[in-house]
């Protein structure tokens, strides 16, 4: 199972483009990134997903180098509503493989 | 409105009551799975379902059962529940990757389980 590793914590300021990092040298061939995010006491919400190069969404950008043992999750200009656990999460979920949550990077935006 | 429901939401149990956690979804989805969350820990894949009568253990089944009777419906049991096993559960459901597109997980909203 690729394992992965992420910032226990990070702070920004409103307005500020953040820059989450994960790695995850053991990944397999078929397994894709996935992000999510977290509020307190609640259900986690996929956020990105992709599986190289670079992914961009209405809400973040995923930058995945050419060896695949690592990826960067950024999210431009922060609110105060983007204070949450975001969990970079490695697998093929689309198989039967058990998939595995890191143990997340807690991001607080200040005002 | 595509959703994954918990039932209960909160409960608070004394060791050795055995006790069921309901977990619904109604977007046909052909995967589910049960985690746990504790503090410091992230979330912890307890079993997952790839279809009907289909599960596999995740990284922490000991002291869990689950069933896959219906594809709607995956049940988490607890049939001796103990002091370690308080946390807050998340039930999710997905489909299986078709090509290229995205592919996520929908949680539901948790159950807070205590057990004294």
């Known amino acids: 199972l690729a394992k992965t590793t992420q910032p226990i914590s990070m702070d920004s300021y409103e307005g500020q483009e953040v820059n989450i990092t994960c790695s995850h040298n053991?990944?397999?061939?078929?397994?894709?990134i996935t992000w999510y995010q977290q509020f307190p006491s609640q259900g986690p919400r996929f956020i990105i997903q992709g599986y190289k190069t670079k992914v961009t969404n209405e809400v973040a950008s995923l930058f995945i180098p050419a060896d695949r043992k690592s990826s960067t999750l950024s999210l431009p200009r922060v609110s105060l509503s983007d204070t949450a656990v975001y969990y970079c999460?490695?697998?093929?979920?689309?198989?039967?493989?058990?998939?595995?949550f890191g143990s997340g990077t807690q991001l607080t935006v200040l005002p | 409105e595509a959703q994954v429901t918990q039932n209960p939401r909160y409960l608070i149990t004394v060791t050795g009551k055995k006790l069921t956690v309901t977990c619904s979804q109604n977007m046909n989805h052909e995967y589910m799975s049960w985690y746990r969350q504790d503090p410091g820990l992230g979330l912890r894949q307890i079993y997952y379902s790839m279809n009907v009568e289909v599960t596999d253990k995740g990284d922490v089944p000991e002291g869990y059962k689950v069933s896959r009777k219906e594809k709607r419906n995956f049940p988490l049991i607890l049939e001796s529940p103990s002091p370690n096993q308080t946390s807050l559960y998340f039930c999710?459901?997905?489909?299986?990757?078709?090509?290229?597109?995205?592919?996520?997980?929908?949680f539901g909203p948790g159950t807070r389980l205590t057990v004294t």
């Open positions: 999710a459901s997905s489909s299986p990757r078709q090509g290229p597109n995205t592919y996520e997980q929908y």
């Open positions: 053991n990944i397999a061939t078929n397994d894709y």
């Open positions: 999460l490695v697998g093929d979920e689309g198989s039967a493989r058990q998939l595995t």
